[in-house]
């Protein structure tokens, strides 16, 4: 199990229907257990290169993210998406298409 980070958000529960909030891993930037929230801006790491995932400074990245269990009822908390901008967390989102990251674990949505 390599290292990853996890960002908080709050999300209702697809078990017991509260609202919990969800630690969520994702492994993009330096990985170094930071626990971020929503609105905090990703370290990057200086010295040791092996230890992150992707490029600093995109304009949009979206990254897989997997829900720890919930605090109330311990279910599984499923997978999101968390939505960069700038290195910035900007937002987490329950994941739309499983698809999305089978090739990759986070994507680059391309300009139009
Ligand atoms: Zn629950």
């Not at 993009?28 to 995932?53: H, M, P, R, V």
């Not at 400074?57 to 919930?70: K, L, M, T």
Request: glycine share 8%.
């Amino acid at each position: 199990m390599g290292a990853f980070n996890t960002v908080r958000s709050e999300q209702t529960c697809a078990s017991c229907g509260r609202l919990s909030a969800f630690q969520v891993q994702y492994k993009y930037g330096e990985l170094w257990q930071y626990e971020y929230q929503i609105g905090d801006s990703i370290a990057w790491s200086t010295k040791y290169k092996k230890s992150e995932a992707g490029k600093p400074g995109r304009p949009q990245v979206v990254v897989e993210g997997i829900a720890e269990n919930c605090p109330h009822c311990r279910a599984e908390g499923g997978e999101f998406e968390v939505w960069l901008a700038h290195d910035q967390i900007v937002d987490v989102r329950p994941l739309t298409d499983p698809k999305k990251f089978i090739e990759s674990n986070f994507i680059v949505p391309e300009k139009h």
